[in-house]
T-cell receptor, first 113, second 116 residues
Framework: DAGVTQSPTHLIKTRGQQVTLRCSPK?????VSWYQQALGQGPQFIFQ???????QRGNFPDRFSGHQFPNYSSELNVNALLLGDSALYLC????????????FGQGTRLTVV | GESVGLHLPTLSVQEGDNSIINCAYS??????FIWYKQESGKGPQFIID?????DKRQGQRVTVLLNKTVKHLSLQIAATQPGDSAVYFC???????????????FGQGTILTVHP
């Protein structure tokens, strides 16, 4: 049983560009959350998707947007990239948003130059 | 509960010792407290959680203690092994209510190094 898979694993982008990160949840999971983890810090909640809708959102600008597909997979889009967007982007899945046992993917390391 | 700074607390122990990792939280309304382990190059891995109406919960080689009076959470690892070396994060979660349910709020991590 595959766990949470994210692609790509590493990405380098230039300031002002746009990026799309992808996540496939653990089999059977219907809820996907995205987190940003800066170096040396804990993950920061970006948003959560359930039933193809954004259910919760953290303190991130509108440049950060997402989508969930009928198969529960999800995308994170970031527009107008800033140097400060460089971070590890983590996807977590769970069965329902109430489940505390969220499974994280290995993350996508985004570097903005 | 937000993680801060680049200088994480560190804990170094010898293999076989017991380890205690501490976490202070700020949100009294949290319903669950969770411990995650993050190894280098990997995403966080769930270790154990505890509901806010409990004060202790045990798992395999791990025990979580919750002291709501002083808003303190600890993770005890028995017979620590080199494979336990990682960054450990505590996190909070609310069941419902307000606008914060469903998300995990991570605290500051602690770097655990286990020496053989």
């Amino acid at each position: 049983d595959a766990g949470v898979t994210q692609s790509p694993t590493h990405l380098i982008k230039t300031r002002g560009q746009q990026v799309t990160l992808r996540c496939s949840p653990k089999s059977g999971h219907d809820t996907v959350s995205w987190y940003q983890q800066a170096l040396g810090q804990g993950p920061q909640f970006i948003f959560q998707y359930y039933e193809e809708e954004e259910r919760q959102r953290g303190n991130f600008p509108d440049r950060f947007s997402g989508h969930q597909f009928p198969n529960y997979s999800s995308e994170l889009n970031v527009n107008a990239l800033l140097l400060g967007d460089s971070a590890l982007y983590l996807c977590a899945s769970s069965l329902g948003w109430k489940n505390t046992e969220a499974f994280f993917g290995q993350g996508t390391r985004l570097t903005v130059v | 509960g937000e993680s801060v700074g680049l200088h994480l607390p560190t804990l170094s122990v010898q293999e076989g010792d017991n380890s205690i990792i501490n976490c202070a939280y700020s949100n009294s309304a949290s319903d669950y407290f969770i411990w995650y382990k993050q190894e280098s190059g990997k995403g966080p891995q769930f270790i154990i959680d505890i509901r806010s109406n409990m004060d202790k919960r045990q798992g395999q080689r791990v025990t979580v203690l919750l002291n709501k009076t002083v808003k303190h959470l600890s993770l005890q690892i028995a017979a620590t092994q080199p494979g336990d070396s990682a960054v450990y994060f505590c996190a909070e979660k609310r069941d419902a209510g307000g606008t914060s349910y469903g998300k995990l709020t991570f605290g500051q991590g602690t770097i655990l190094t286990v020496h053989p």
